[in-house]
């Protein structure tokens, strides 16, 4: 696969970083989609947990988040983002994720 690539994401991502809410994330490159200063930010964290959340201001809104470098347990590779819009964790709403297409 490609280096760079965003492989999921949710409806509430799309509404955080597409420009309109409504272009698609999936393939896209993760540089021509997240801000380069909170892609900085991200690459040099890929360590922390939920208790370690940074904060950060993304186009416009406070976000706290975190990341985890996959392959840990699994021949997975790249980079888990996982972003939180408020103070408190939402329960996972099954409808919020995108579906991949083939």
């Not at 272009?23 to 208790?51: M, T």
Request: charged content about 20%; glycine content about 8%; overall charge negative.
């Amino acid at each position: 696969g490609e280096e760079g690539l965003i492989a999921i994401a949710n409806q509430r991502a799309h509404l955080l970083l597409s420009a309109d809410g409504k272009k698609p994330l999936l393939g896209e490159l993760a540089d021509a989609i997240i801000p380069a200063d909170f892609l900085s930010e991200i690459l040099s964290s890929v360590h922390l947990q939920y208790a370690d959340a940074k904060q950060y201001i993304l186009n416009g809104r406070s976000i706290d988040y975190w990341c985890r470098s996959m392959g840990t347990f699994s021949n997975s590779n790249g980079v888990l983002l996982i972003i939180n819009e408020g103070s408190q964790i939402e329960p996972l709403n099954i409808d919020d994720h995108v579906t991949l297409e083939e």
